[in-house]
């Protein structure tokens, strides 16, 4: 398997940023850790090991990149408005820079799908859906998809484009991009066990939005023994990436 390390600096974020890159060709997709994670942590857990064999024969690309999140949704008790402006820049980060890498990197033609376990599901479902220009696919697991969770009394235009319950809810029928959603492969799974009560409420809000607008998406609810813990995701993400790849 082909395996890369990156550090290049960041001209949205004015640091240096680190990434790892898993593969050689076939489809793209970038890999965003949990909460105030690191670009190694889907490695270490033995996420990369459940897909070799589709990283080995030219299917996958994996990237995983790194989060701010210390900086930005876990910084409670300091200024909600720097906090949403680091986020933004570090979107554009990821949208400006890293997707750019990855094409000079990788010779496929398509678009890029996202995933992530937890906080990652949460970005990986929020880029997509803001930029399904670049992005053709995602897999969230176990995410909360409303920002007041991490938000509770600041609210203004930025922290609304990240709320994925809000936007989505006046999100109009005719909106561009609903046409480039039912083209896309959207997968949302959540267990119901341990620590998962939060996400439930949110999976089922977009269950009825996206059924609403005529979005195909496939909302998979495990069972109450599957709990918010890496075990069940080892044998989710394998599970369904098959089906984007």
């Not at 680190?18 to 890999?31: C, L, Q, R």
């Not at 942590?41 to 990283?55: A, H, Q, Y």
């Not at 007041?148 to 319950?165: A, G, L, V």
Request: hydrophobic content about 35%; proline content about 4%; charged content about 25%.
């Amino acid at each position: 398997m082909q395996v890369t390390y990156h550090k290049e600096y960041s001209y949205h974020l004015g640091c240096d940023m680190e990434y790892k890159v898993f593969g050689h060709a076939g489809k793209p997709v970038i890999v965003f850790p949990c909460q105030d994670g690191r670009f190694f942590d889907f490695e270490n857990r033995g996420m990369i090991e459940t897909v070799k064999g589709s990283i080995e024969d030219g299917r996958l690309m994996l990237v995983c990149v790194d989060s701010i999140d210390k900086w930005t949704w876990s910084l409670l008790g300091h200024d909600e408005s720097e906090r949403i402006e680091l986020h933004e820049r570090w979107f554009r980060y990821i949208t400006d820079e890293v997707v750019k890498r990855i094409y000079e990197m990788n010779p496929y033609e398509g678009k890029i799908a996202t995933t992530g376990c937890s906080m990652g599901a949460t970005h990986a479902l929020n880029f997509f859906l803001r930029r399904p220009d670049i992005f053709d696919g995602v897999i969230g697991l176990s995410g909360v998809y409303h920002a007041s969770f991490f938000f509770p009394n600041y609210h203004d235009s930025r922290i609304y484009d990240n709320s994925i319950t809000d936007y989505m809810a006046n999100m109009p029928s005719d909106h561009p991009y609903i046409d480039l959603y039912r083209q896309s492969d959207i997968i949302l799974c959540i267990g119901t066990g341990r620590w998962e009560n939060d996400g439930i409420p949110d999976m089922h809000f977009l269950e009825n939005r996206f059924k609403e607008l005529g979005v195909p998406v496939w909302f998979d609810y495990w069972g109450n023994d599957v709990d918010h813990d890496w075990p069940w995701w080892l044998m989710q993400f394998p599970y369904f990436i098959s089906y984007i790849i």
